[in-house]
């Protein structure tokens, strides 16, 4: 507001004439107060504004640490989208003028109002987008989005040399297509609970309100009421502080979904051993581990004997049944530190960190007797399973691919003999490597 001070008083009915020349087109009221109420009033205003202006600057400079942090481009779109709407609000609310250089640019030109008005409403419309992923999900409104995007530029272009009132009609004309619209993404959003478009659609709906109200302020569609220069700020800062916490949880979400993926990709589903990349995966660590503290590493390759004959007598979910409860009893066997992970259909591999090929045999004639001691109780049917395992020791220099094959060449051998026994493969000379024990 702009106060003339009046030191004489003002005697009743004595006449007082004011000329006024404004850059805009919003209707200025004019009433005469009390100096003491002007400055309560004034008071009020400059806390509630720099409220507000710190509030923007706070959620700017978050945007943008989090934006340089993380790398989520949401939050350069928010970041982009309050910087501009805080150059609107210091440029309308006088605060630019704090800053001489800036207030001979800004404050008294038209112009620099509008091209940050329409910077804001093209951030705001990127990010919704990109929030959204209209493109994917809302095809049509996204090319309608585009052409009003398309608009906003040229309008940008245009004000930086003109300052032609067509510029505020068409400028107005696209706000009231774009706000809109970015409302109808978020409402049809929800409609198809995306629970991105909530986050959305509770930020937009108190900012297209007002707007919607300001545009027709600003086109004498309907009365200027007061209390909007205290709303629009507000709406500011409400509508970014739910859009971060939104896109806060949107990251949190993907991570989430990115860690179950992980998890799913680390364990076996059916039996919640570890899958057969993380076996490999953990194998590759531990003979790293071996070869730079040279400490002993062993693997025991084992699988059921007959299993096929479980499942055509039994059905799947028998075998299934009885793979799960090897898998338990095995695990029970093992310490801490070794890893159990299931190498494909029934057959199971034991990594033995700190482990040699004597104690690892011994390890999986535990893990033998586990199984065999007594049947297995699926469901009312009792089964008698055995095991048939191989063990090998790493030897320095060797592949997790050679380990694993001679494991693996160990197991065969124990089924060869009869099965329901082990079988260590320890080469001593490269000419003996296929030598059993």
């Known amino acids: 507001s702009i106060v003339y001070p009046l ?5 009743r009915g004595e006449p007082v004439y004011l000329r006024v020349h404004s850059l805009a087109s919003t209707p200025i009221p004019l009433s005469i107060e009390p100096l003491e109420l002007v400055h309560r009033n004034d008071l009020a205003h400059v806390t509630w504004r720099t409220s507000v202006l710190s509030m923007m600057a706070m959620l700017v400079l978050l945007s943008l640490g989090l934006w340089v942090g993380i790398g989520e481009r949401s939050y350069q779109y928010l970041a982009l989208t309050l910087a501009a709407q805080s150059v609107y609000l210091l440029c309308i609310g006088g605060e630019i003028r704090a800053w001489p250089w800036l207030a001979d640019r800004f404050s008294e030109d038209l112009r620099a109002i ?3 008005t329409l910077l804001g409403a093209l951030a705001s419309s990127n990010f919704v987008a990109y929030y959204l992923s209209l493109r994917q999900q809302q095809p049509r409104l996204a090319r309608v989005l585009r052409v009003c995007n398309v608009a906003m530029v040229a309008l940008m272009a245009v004000s930086v040399v003109s300052d032609a009132d067509i510029i505020s ?4 004309i696209v706000l009231l297509v774009t706000m809109p619209g970015l409302f109808v993404a978020g409402v049809i959003g929800v409609w198809r609970r995306q629970r991105e478009a909530y986050f959305v659609l509770l930020s937009w709906t108190p900012m297209v309100t007002v707007t919607v109200l300001r545009v027709g302020e600003l086109q004498r569609w309907w009365p200027f009421t007061l209390w909007m220069e205290y709303w629009i700020p507000l ?18 979400q ?8 992980n998890e799913l990709a680390t364990f076996d589903r059916l039996t919640g051993a570890l899958a057969r990349t993380a076996v490999e995966e953990r194998l590759a660590a531990q003979i790293a581990l071996a070869t730079r503290h040279g400490r002993p590493l062993s693997v025991v390759f084992f699988d059921i004997d007959h299993f096929k004959r479980i499942n055509d007598h039994h059905g799947h979910r028998m075998g299934d049944q009885a793979l799960r409860i090897v898998v338990k009893r095995a695990r029970n066997r093992l310490r801490a530190d070794d890893l159990l992970g299931r190498y494909g259909g029934d057959e199971l591999i034991a990594l033995l960190p700190d482990t040699d090929g004597i104690r690892a045999e011994a390890v999986a004639e535990h893990l033998r007797e586990a199984v065999n001691c007594r049947p297995l109780s699926v469901d009312g049917t009792t089964l008698s399973l055995s095991l048939s395992l191989g063990v090998a020791e790493w030897m320095p220099g060797e592949s997790a ?11 065969y051998a124990s089924k060869s003999a009869g099965r329901d026994r082990v079988t260590r493969h320890c080469p001593t000379t490269p000419q003996m490597e296929g030598a059993m024990t």
């Not at 030191?7 to 005697?11: M, N, R, S």
């Not at 009609?169 to 107005?172: I, K, P, R, T």
């Open 254 to 261: 993907l991570r989430r979904d990115r860690d179950r993926a």
């Open 7 to 11: 030191p004489g008083g003002l005697a």
């Open 401 to 411: 691919e050679h380990l694993i094959e001679r494991a693996d060449a160990a197991l």
């Open 169 to 172: 009609l068409l400028g107005n």
């Open 235 to 252: 709406c500011c800062v409400m509508s970014g502080l739910v859009l971060m916490t939104g896109v806060t949880y949107r990251i949190q």
């Open 114 to 116: 509008r091209f940050f």
